[in-house]
């Protein structure tokens, strides 16, 4: 069973910085949050991780609260190309453990 | 072009047949993956592979049955269809990094439909 929580769906502006938010409540220690997003009929695509420190790349940033219990995906500057439905996922990064757990995941839809 | 590649990409078949699905990665990882997505959208850990063992088996019926002749691919033959098969199955690869990030990289899909 998947460990997050998202809101079902999300409307942002193009232009717009997209935040995207995830409970993870009962994360362990040795858990990482990462985020994948799924464009309509194609694979999902792995955006960005992190463990306690907050992350950037080319993509977005992750903004993870202290207690490790919520997180917040930012997209800066929002494009049509970015409506997906974008997923949080906790796991560890020991062997034996590499699945991935989608849970339904955040619908957002990017107005032009 | 480096990738995760999947054929075919639509499969349409009868109940009771026999088919298989065939995936394949340059990008050099030594896991690779295959995902079930239902008409409801969730999205399921079927098998993993770690350099052609079986390292995650999520009680899949044993009428799927992968198979990895390198590490470079990993095919899916399922015997026997059933209707409940219908789905967008997803082949992905990462590599296995202890404590790295095991990015997973995930193919086109290929839509299984069972008549």
């Known amino acids: 069973d998947a460990k997050t929580t998202q809101p079902p769906s999300m409307d942002c502006a193009e232009g717009r910085a997209a935040n995207l938010p995830c409970n993870h409540s009962?994360?362990?220690?040795?858990?990482?949050v990462y985020w994948y997003r799924q464009i309509h009929s194609q694979g999902p695509q792995y955006i960005i991780h992190?463990?306690?420190n907050n992350e950037t790349n080319e993509m977005a940033s992750l903004i993870i609260t202290e207690d490790r219990k919520s997180s917040t995906l930012i997209l800066p500057h929002a494009t049509l190309r970015d409506t997906a439905v974008y997923y949080c996922i906790v796991r560890s990064n020991n062997f034996g453990n590499e699945k991935l757990t989608f849970g339904t995941g955040t619908r957002l839809t990017i107005i032009p | 072009d480096t990738a995760v590649s999947q054929t075919p990409k639509y499969l349409v078949t009868q109940m009771g047949n026999d088919k298989s699905i065939k995936c394949e990665q340059n990008l050099g990882h030594d896991t690779m993956y295959w995902y079930k997505q239902d008409s409801k959208k969730f999205l399921k850990i079927m098998f993993s592979y770690n350099n052609k063992e079986l390292i995650i088996n999520e009680t899949v019926p044993n009428r799927f049955s992968p198979k990895s002749p390198d590490k470079a691919h990993l095919n899916l033959h399922i015997n026997s269809l059933e209707l409940g098969d219908s789905a967008v199955y997803f082949c992905?690869?990462?590599?296995?990094?202890?404590?790295?990030?095991?990015?997973?990289?995930f193919g086109p899909g290929t839509r299984l439909t069972v008549l």
């Open positions: 992190g463990l306690k």
């Open positions: 992905a690869s990462s590599p296995r990094l202890a404590g790295g990030p095991n990015e997973q990289f």
């Open positions: 009962t994360i362990s220690g040795n858990e990482y």
